[in-house]
């Protein structure tokens, strides 16, 4: 077996390296080479770059096409860019905007990696003859008793990238390599130096590589011009606070900007689409014990709707910034359920719930889905006492609906 897991020499393994422009997916690339594989890189061009070529931190667009093919110039590999832009429009891109106008809170790199890059660009790869399809993100991957591969987290922690890939199915994990699982972002550098790689101290890429300037809510205004309707903010005990322009400008655990003067620290709580309701309530509020999720996605053992009927003990994460928390995996009438054993605040619909076989460094990951709206109930208005003793709702109105 050679260092990719495979019954061949290096030199007869042929391997496809997903090269973004980075540090990291060079780095890649320069390791497999030096070990004798057959290295060709291929970068996917994503979205019209023309705003984007002279812009730090944005990925698959105008510079980071001419760094990653100057790295494969000086690695002696071929390169080729892919044309994706289509592709990702309707995969990433629309997916998005209507998530944020649903008020969810969407990660479009989740998407990415499940069609885009491990889907679409897998079929290129096989193609072309490649053995295995590596990219520069830092998660593990590990051969398990039964001949499949396990995905796992990375080494170090604060690198640990598999709140994104957690929908890789079982057939892309098969074929799919990670090196740097084991390796630290400054192991990294230290190995791009060594290879004389231009992009040795490029810095990180956005997570959301196709907004100019963090700027959400301008885009998903200009692909969905009905997202900016405006709409009341309500507190959860049913009174009016005030107005907004549109909930794609708000996102669940968000505390500033919600243009509030006076009382109490207020948190957006949820947001109500069909209504064009900001929900805003106090900071317990947000705290969540139990989450439904939908479009499961499961490389553990067996089937997740099979789980035991008093479930499956795992870790979540709720947020990618997160780190696994303890849970119980349910599987209630079809639909998957994780019961928090402590609440988390800003549950936010659109997030994913990554599914981890424990707590610890380098655990599994067993799956994950997106988290689902909660149906929400119109609140019950807040009473107030009057002087003849009979009660009438607080501010003397109800919130609509």
């Known amino acids: 077996m050679n260092s990719l897991d495979?019954?061949?020499?290096?030199?007869?393994?042929?391997?496809?390296?997903?090269?973004?422009?980075?540090?990291?997916?060079s780095v890649v690339a320069a390791l497999l080479k030096d070990q004798?594989?057959?290295?060709?890189?291929?970068?996917?061009?994503?979205?019209?770059?023309?705003?984007?070529?002279?812009?730090?931190?944005?990925?698959?667009a105008g510079q980071d096409i001419h760094d990653a093919r100057r790295v494969a110039d000086r690695l002696?590999?071929?390169?080729?860019?892919?044309?994706?832009?289509?592709?990702?429009r309707e995969a990433v891109i629309d997916r998005f905007a209507d998530s944020y106008l649903a008020g969810e809170t969407p990660i479009p790199c989740?998407?990415?990696?499940?069609?885009?890059?491990?889907?679409?660009?897998?079929?290129?790869?096989?193609?072309?003859?490649?053995?295995?399809?590596?990219?520069?993100?830092?998660?593990?991957?590990?051969?398990?008793?039964?001949?499949?591969?396990?995905?796992?987290?990375?080494?170090?922690?604060?690198?640990?990238?598999?709140?994104?890939l957690y929908a890789t199915t079982q057939p892309q994990l098969d074929?799919?390599?990670?090196?740097?699982?084991?390796?630290?972002?400054?192991?990294?550098?230290d190995l791009a130096r060594h290879y004389g790689l231009a992009?040795?101290?490029?810095?990180?890429?956005?997570?959301?590589?196709?907004?100019?300037?963090?700027?959400?809510?301008?885009?998903?205004?200009?692909?969905?011009?009905?997202?900016?309707?405006?709409?009341?903010?309500?507190?959860v005990d049913g009174r009016v606070l005030g107005r907004h322009d549109?909930?794609?400008?708000?996102?669940?655990?968000?505390?500033?900007?919600?243009?509030?003067?006076?009382?109490?620290?207020?948190?957006?709580?949820?947001?109500?689409?069909?209504?064009?309701?900001?929900?805003?309530?106090?900071?317990?509020?947000?705290?969540?014990?139990?989450?439904?999720?939908?479009?499961?996605s499961w490389i553990g053992e067996g089937a997740w709707r099979d789980l035991p009927a008093d479930g499956l003990e795992v870790a979540v994460r709720v947020r990618s910034t997160r780190a696994p928390a303890p849970a119980v995996l349910h599987c209630r009438d079809g639909v998957a359920e994780v019961e928090l054993a402590v609440g988390e605040e800003g549950v936010a619909p659109g997030q994913a719930c990554v599914i981890y076989d424990g707590a610890g460094p380098e655990a599994r990951v067993l799956g994950g889905g997106v988290i689902n709206r909660a149906p929400r109930e119109a609140p019950a208005p807040r009473l107030e006492g009057r002087q003849d003793g009979r009660l009438t709702p607080a501010n003397g109105r109800l919130a609509r609906g």
């Open 36 to 60: 004798g594989y057959d290295v060709t890189g291929v970068t996917l061009q994503l979205y019209d770059h023309g705003a984007a070529v002279h812009r730090k931190g944005a990925c698959c």
């Open 175 to 189: 074929m799919l390599r990670f090196p740097l699982g084991g390796m630290t972002k400054t192991q990294t550098r």
């Open 199 to 235: 992009v040795a101290d490029k810095s990180e890429s956005q997570d959301i590589c196709f907004v100019p300037n963090g700027g959400y809510a301008d885009l998903i205004r200009k692909l969905r011009p009905e997202a900016a309707t405006p709409g009341d903010i309500v507190h």
């Open 6 to 25: 495979l019954p061949m020499a290096p030199r007869e393994t042929r391997v496809v390296v997903a090269m973004s422009g980075g540090v990291d997916s």
């Open 76 to 88: 002696g590999i071929p390169h080729y860019v892919l044309d994706y832009e289509d592709r990702f």
């Open 246 to 296: 549109g909930i794609i400008r708000f996102t669940v655990g968000q505390r500033r900007g919600l243009g509030l003067s006076g009382g109490e620290p207020l948190y957006v709580v949820a947001l109500d689409a069909p209504r064009a309701q900001v929900i805003v309530g106090p900071r317990e509020a947000l705290l969540t014990r139990r989450v439904k999720l939908r479009d499961m």
């Open 110 to 164: 989740v998407e990415c990696n499940r069609t885009v890059k491990f889907a679409d660009l897998m079929r290129t790869a096989v193609d072309i003859g490649a053995h295995v399809l590596a990219t520069g993100h830092y998660v593990s991957s590990r051969l398990l008793p039964d001949g499949r591969r396990g995905l796992f987290r990375a080494a170090d922690p604060d690198k640990d990238q598999t709140y994104f």
